[in-house]
DNA sequence: TCTGGGGTCCTAGGACCC
DNA sequence: TCTGGGGTCCTAGGACCC
């Protein structure tokens, strides 16, 4: 908590309705709903007039033409949005070097690098109500409601105090006292699991959970959310205001009208979907060790399998394959509603540099070779085969090629070419059925021995 | 035919290493 | 006979956020 307030937490009302009544002006004064239009869609964002109605973010589209029929039903213009929120945060910036975006429609700004006179309530104040004024200006008329507090949190807590366009400022000094009567749901990280956990043991204003000793707090909610819970009840917050946050993960999902069971659908579009991943990753000159995929079933259960690459990959090809392997190890017969395929542990530089010339290779070649004798498998999935890299030849779609580097479950071959060395690399599930190889007897001894120590 | 899509962070258990 | 302890990596699932 800084001893002035200079936190600052922008939020643009009710943003992807607010930007459809903007563009087009027989949607003002009337309930919009922009989300999935589909039977399965949900709502993103409702317009002031809708949510009169009782429509809510999150609720399906379906509650939410029963709840308002006559509102307009639109799916998201991602491109406009984008538009709108790039000239506020380009404001933002004009403001402060030190602006953090949390979407699209939100962003913290840190007033002490704004270059104010001072800090003072009346100053930040006046300040913000300019600052509004501008917001409406480059955005053709976006409101925003803004909050002002010596924390993230507050200012969070701030800015939702007077929705729609409102401004709050929370002086040095009346933290708690905003705080106490609220319930706890208002603080970041507190949803309907510990709202529940917290109800059971009677805790329901933030002013009952200063109650609860920190042991208490962690044996109901864990290590980390336990000590979050236990400052952020008493108004503690330190967490600065960061500008850039590297991406961790990348993934695309979808959710189908009708539940898929036909595998060879299901295959096609996770080619697909690895398509759209790798075009990301390249785009933003990301690759990515862990496959990721998604499958949620026609009775919702959540499943996730993952798998590691010996290197980070862009690659589509790659990613699909690890992706479809994948899905062969679940049962899907009964139906499925959601597939999606994700790649995570980012490192921003791409496979290509790893085997730029022979002696990188030769490096990379080596390292595995030693220490990766192919483990027992710890669950019900049998071991794939033994693959040894430099010594194994590969037989498989692309042709031959050497192993490269093998992990538990994934082994990469680069593939011989008949032009330029280096061919290209790709990646297996060490168990597909698809590769095929080769060792020569006089090394398959070797490696035997090897493995054996 | 309740329940999106894109993310982040945490937990817990097993493998593995020193 | 008894049975370390910490640290890292990996996987699966869950809570949460906008």
Do not use: N
């Not at 803004?146 to 009346?174: N, W």
């Not at 730029?356 to 070779?369: C, T, V």
Request: glycine share 8%; proline share 6%.
């Amino acid at each position: 908590m800084r001893p002035q307030a200079s936190v600052l937490h922008l939020d643009l009302d009710a943003f992807f309705a607010a930007v459809e009544q903007r563009d087009k002006p027989s949607l003002r004064g009337k309930p919009v709903v922009v989300g999935g239009v589909g039977g399965r869609g949900v709502v993103a964002t409702a317009s002031y007039e809708a949510r009169a109605y009782g429509v809510r973010s999150a609720m399906s589209t379906r509650e939410a033409r029963a709840r308002c029929p006559h509102a307009a039903f639109l799916t998201g213009r991602f491109e406009a949005y984008r538009g709108a929120s790039g000239a506020v945060m380009g404001l933002l910036r004009s403001c402060s070097p030190l602006v953090e975006p949390l979407s699209l429609d939100e962003a913290f700004v840190d007033l002490e690098q704004a270059g104010l006179p001072d800090l003072e309530v009346a100053t930040v104040t006046a300040f913000a109500e300019d600052l509004r004024v501008r917001v409406r200006e480059v955005t053709g008329g976006l409101t925003a409601s803004v909050g002002i507090a010596s924390s993230k949190f507050l200012a969070k807590v701030a800015s939702d105090l007077r929705k729609p366009d409102g401004l709050v400022v929370i002086a040095p000094g009346t933290e708690l006292e905003t705080l106490r009567p609220m319930h706890v749901s208002v603080i970041p990280g507190v949803g309907p699991a510990t709202v529940e956990r917290l109800r059971r043991v009677g805790v329901h204003k933030v002013v009952d959970l200063e109650g609860l000793s920190r042991d208490e707090l962690v044996r109901l909610v864990g290590q980390a959310h336990g000590h979050s819970l236990y400052h952020l009840a008493r108004a503690e917050d330190d967490r600065p205001v960061v500008a850039e946050r590297e991406a961790k993960s990348v993934s695309v999902e979808g959710t189908y009208e009708h539940d898929l069971t036909d595998r060879r659908q299901m295959e096609s579009i996770l080619t697909r979907q690895a398509g759209d991943v790798g075009r990301r990753l390249k785009a933003s000159g990301l690759s990515g060790r862990t496959v990721t995929l998604k499958v949620r079933l026609y009775d919702f259960t959540t499943l996730s399998r993952s798998a590691t690459l010996p290197a980070p990959t862009e690659d589509a090809v790659t990613i699909a394959r690890l992706a479809r392997s994948l899905l062969a190890d679940l049962d899907t017969s009964a139906g499925v509603r959601l597939l999606g395929v994700g790649v995570s542990g980012l490192a921003d530089w791409v496979q290509e540099d790893l085997f730029a010339d022979q002696a990188d290779q030769d490096e990379q070649e080596a390292e595995p070779l030693d220490d990766r004798p192919e483990p027992e498998q710890s669950g019900a999935r049998p071991a794939g085969p033994t693959w040894a890299p430099g010594v194994d030849v590969i037989h498989a779609e692309h042709g031959r090629g050497w192993v490269w580097g093998a992990g538990r479950q994934v082994v990469t071959v680069r593939f011989e070419t008949a032009d330029t060395p280096p061919g290209p690399v790709r990646s297996f599930r060490a168990d597909d059925p698809a590769l095929s190889h080769w060792r020569a007897p006089a090394v398959q001894e070797e490696v035997a021995d090897r493995d054996d120590a």
